[in-house]
């Protein structure tokens, strides 16, 4: 990794399991195990990548506050989890801040945001610029990089729909910050040819790939949460698809690449930079195993500190 992109992405990152400002989520936050992971992260300055925000609040699936609402999120046998979220969020106004009080307590945080093409390309398009420039001027010096979720929706036609609308999107953010580093995050859903397409029109990263809809990994079974599209699989149940399109994504681009997806172990970490991984991801990891995790990040991060 060059030396401005080390500055920036750790060997290891964390994704999503730091919560929306990069903090902690609640009730982890009163784990032990969780706390040593945030303290690791701290001293290694790992990157965090948060849980996306929106450009307004948004009610999703899963309230933290709403007990009847905790079943969109469950664990999968295998060290794996099965989510339907839904990006329940208080929106960027909200989120900016906090995440510029997590920079100012010494973490590295990335913040990461989910434009909503649902809302119509136009409006979506010009909701993520404000949100950019909120980002901007709220975390100032803080503000390096930015991760944009192309991947959430858990239903397949969803997440493939949303290529054009993404590409437009991208290039606007691009020609109105030509500074800023650019995460793209990736469903395996998308075809190849849109990770060259960000590629061609100067995207700094990809982050590869996000939970993998539960129709694809389990294809005969109908989901329990299909009433909320399905959800997304993450942790040790998705390793095997994640790792395939990983394998086949890295000679087709020359991008730098966040893979991620299934890891549950350092061997697992291990086998993606094998594959030329650049920085390797987890999420599931750090919620079910913390303690594991926090090991992950002081072994292959300590090293890389400037
Ligand atoms: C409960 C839960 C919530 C998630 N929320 C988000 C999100 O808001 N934005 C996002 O980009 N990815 C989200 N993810 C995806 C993770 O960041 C990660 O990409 C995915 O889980 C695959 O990695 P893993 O197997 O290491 O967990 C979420 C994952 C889980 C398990």
Known sequence: MKQITQKIISPVVISTALGHDGLGIFPYTLLPGYRRLQAAIRETGTAVLTKSATRFKRRGNFVPLN??????????????????????????????????????????????????????????????????????RSLGPYFRALELNYSCPNSEEAIAKNVVQALQCTRKIRSRYPDLFLIAKLSICHPYEFAQELERIGVNALHTVNTIPYSIVFPLQPSPLREAGGGGVSGGPACALAYKFNQELRPRVGLLLIMGCGVTSADDVQRYFDLGADAVSFCTLALRKPREAARIVSRYNRRAQP
């Not at 339907?84 to 510029?100: K, S, W």
């Not at 093409?117 to 909120?134: C, N, P, Q, S, W």
């Open 67 to 136: 007990p009847m609402t905790w079943g969109y999120i469950r664990r999968l046998p295998g060290m794996g989890m099965l989510n339907a979220y839904g990006l329940t969020n208080e929106g960027v106004d909200h989120c900016a801040p906090e995440i510029r009080a997590a920079c100012e307590a010494g973490f590295r945080i990335i913040p990461n945001l989910y434009p909503e093409f649902i809302k119509g390309t136009d409006i979506a398009i010009r909701e993520t610029l404000e949100a950019v420039e909120i980002y901007r």
